[in-house]
């Protein structure tokens, strides 16, 4: 990936408003510049042809001043019963950021070839925005509720044509018109003015320090109609957005009825080909299966919102999920409370790719249960395969006592010390670890009878696929350990490199999980790093472990918020690592790309993502390291100058090549 390819990735949230403010010329029939024709003077006798004196001259553009007086709250006019709004608070501060991140990243030379002068003045170029656009105020993109505007998505899967125009306006900061845009202010034939963005003529009306443009006819109606979200959203909610350099508000009430139009329509679509002979369309079952249980989710929420912000040391993103007091999820959320430990303090380091721990009471979720054998169920109707009706209520009986036994769980997977380079082990801190073991064992035996009765029957590959519980087969220490070993003809016929090959990344040449009654209330499993994995799982699980204790890890926590329920770690550095070893295991390390097997990562800090919960309000906050990111770059880079280095090497080879096939020029003489 080159320097071009990941620069529009980093910029897209500051330019995406771009593709709404571009258009194509202002000739329009009924619509003309303003320029070209003033609303009081009669219009002059054209001449047959113009000649280049006659010619309008064009209206020249000046780059809008940052150091304007700060606009109002852009919040102010952004309708709380709107589907939802993307909102940047204040663009210089927006502008000046993606500057300096790009500097910190190792892209600031790529960013100034792609903005010589600046953002500011080549987006305003670029947009044809002139002095009349406030930067030091904010921007939003207000998408208007499907329902209240009139449209119904159903219709559009019975024929149906859709809205000729957006459902949504967008708030400029700007006061007049004819300023903010002199070339595409459009003079209607009402004496009106408009403002052409995308193909016809937008209404834009001045509100405040904002302009309102909008393509819907009654959009800025019903803009203005509404009750803002400055007088109903909560004061954390209403911080998040107004400090973060952009985010966006989604009314999951608006999105709700939209959801619920796709779902009609589908059904109306289904049932239309049904009549018409087409018989079952499995894959649109599937997807309004999950549409309808996406529906019921969805209605559990009162609003979410989401900000991002630049620190100091890394990108935070932010987000606030708000359920209803009475739903399930929000009754399961208010039931949460703070780990009274560390979330991550009884795994191994291993060193950890990925580490998750949830310190989190009342797993169980029924209704996340039946939502989730529901799927598995649609999945397999999508492949004209059923679940044998008993099987699905044993399937939604266990997981349902499974989740009522855990109380919280700790997860690690990544580059294994013991033996092989991978394994994964998962702590779960239980009622019983005995009923536990009991429920492990049932859900084994189950899973090998779906195998058979459901996807073998299409799948001819898995047939003979089990999972056979054993119980005390092994000991690590004092601790009996059982396993559950994967067993398939196909395993018994591997030959020697595969062997080598399974050994060499699992430790062992059998696909074989272990699980690990430690205490009354303790269950360990293990998957790959044979046993010595399970011995340092059991270990860290008895006295303690040290992933939480690494300064790269207490530094991404610090900028999470405290009183956490559950936690989540992602180490590329560690990836790399285990890649590494991999390759080292193969005796192929020097067809690495480039000196990558030597790459020396700045930084052991990870990405981090923690979780809070207060009342009904579920907040998530996620770090990204700007070292990292960094390195990251380098790294893309470092591969991007092996491959153009392989590219060339490749040219001259089959350029030898020719020359040495070619026959020898003829004698003229």
């Known amino acids: 990936m080159s320097k071009r390819m990941i620069l ?10 771009t593709v709404l403010l571009t258009s194509p010329a202002l000739t329009q029939q009924g619509a003309q510049p303003v320029e070209a024709r003033p609303a009081a003077a009669e219009p002059a006798e054209q001449p047959a042809a113009d000649t280049p004196e006659d010619k309008p001259a064009p209206v020249p553009l000046e780059t809008p001043s940052a150091d304007q007086r700060q606009a109002e709250s852009v919040l102010k006019y952004v309708p709380a019963d709107c589907m939802g709004a993307y909102i940047v608070p204040n663009m210089k501060d927006l502008l000046a950021a993606t500057e300096t991140y790009a500097k910190d990243i190792g892209l600031g030379e790529e960013l100034g070839n792609v903005a010589p002068q600046g953002l500011l003045k080549t987006i305003t170029q670029q947009l044809k925005v002139s002095k009349g656009y406030n930067p030091n105020g904010g921007l939003a993109l207000v998408v208007l509720d499907f329902e209240q505007a009139g449209i119904d998505l159903s219709q559009m899967f019975q024929g149906g044509r859709p809205p000729s125009e ?5 708030l400029l900061a700007g006061k007049d018109v ?13 004496g009106s003015v408009s403002v052409q963005l995308i ?11 904002y302009l309102a443009i909008s393509p819907y006819p009654d959009g800025i109606r019903m803009l203005k109609e509404g009750q803002n979200v400055l007088e109903t959203l909560g004061k954390d909610k209403i911080d998040l957005l107004q400090k973060g350099l952009f985010g966006y508000y989604y009314n999951m009430g608006s999105a709700v009825t939209m959801m619920k139009q796709v779902s009609t329509g589908l059904e109306a679509q289904q049932q239309q080909m049904e009549n018409e002979g087409y018989g079952p369309q499995e894959e649109m079952m599937m997807s309004l299966g ?10 559990q929420l009162v609003d979410v919102i989401s900000a991002v912000r630049i620190e100091e040391t890394g990108m935070i993103a932010e987000t606030l999920v708000d359920y209803k007091p009475e739903s399930v999820y929000g009754q399961q959320v208010a039931s949460l409370k703070p780990a009274g430990g ?13 580490a998750m721990g949830s310190d989190v009471p009342g797993l169980n979720d029924n ?12 999945a397999l109707e999508a492949m004209n395969l059923e679940m044998p009706a008993d099987m699905k209520s044993q399937l939604i009986e266990l997981s349902t006592d499974f989740n009522e036994q855990v109380r919280s769980m700790q997860i690690v997977a990544g580059g294994s010390k013991a033996d092989g380079v991978f394994g994964t082990v998962l702590l779960l801190d239980v009622k019983s670890a005995e009923a536990t073991r009991d429920l492990i064992t049932r859900e084994t035996n189950l899973l090998t009878t779906l195998v058979a009765k459901t996807l073998a029957q299409k799948e001819e590959d898995l047939t003979g696929l089990e999972f056979k519980y054993n119980k005390a087969t092994e000991t690590s220490g004092t601790v009996a350990v059982d396993t559950i070993e994967v067993l398939h003809p196909d395993l018994q016929e591997l030959s020697e490199r595969e062997r080598k090959d399974m050994q060499r990344v699992l430790g062992e040449e059998r696909l074989l999980i272990r699980v690990a009654p430690i205490d009354l209330n303790t269950v360990v499993v293990s998957f790959g790093g044979g046993q010595g994995v399970l011995g340092q799982a059991i270990d860290a699980a008895q006295k303690g472990g040290t992933i939480e204790a690494d300064a790269g890890v207490q530094e991404a926590l610090q900028h999470l918020p405290g009183q956490r329920v559950a936690v989540m770690l992602f180490s590329p550095q560690n990836l790399w690592q285990t890649v590494v070893a991999e390759a080292e295991q193969q005796g192929e390390k020097a067809t690495l790309p480039g000196t990558l097997e030597d790459f020396k990562w700045s930084t052991q800090t990870p990405v981090a993502m923690g979780m809070t919960a207060e009342g009904s309000q579920a907040r998530v906050a996620w770090y990204v390291p700007t070292a990292l990111v960094k390195d990251s770059v380098d790294w893309f880079m470092t591969m991007e100058q092996h491959q153009q280095e392989q590219r060339r090497r490749w040219r001259e080879q089959r350029n030898a090549e020719k020359q040495s096939t070619d026959p020898p020029p003829a004698n003229d003489f």
């Open 178 to 190: 004819q300023s903010v845009f002199p070339t595409r202010t459009v003079q209607n034939e009402d």
């Open 367 to 378: 209704q996340a249960v039946r939502q989730g054998a529901e799927i598995v169920d649609l």
């Open 8 to 17: 529009p990735l980093m910029l897209a949230s500051v330019l995406a408003f």
């Open 166 to 170: 957006p459902p949504f306006v967008i």
């Open 342 to 354: 560390e979330l991550l303090s009884r795994v191994p380091d291993m060193p950890y790719v990925m």
């Open 199 to 209: 193909d016809s003529p937008s209404a834009v009306e001045e509100m405040g320090d």
């Open 290 to 299: 999950i549409i309808n249980m996406s529906v019921d989710a969805m209605a």
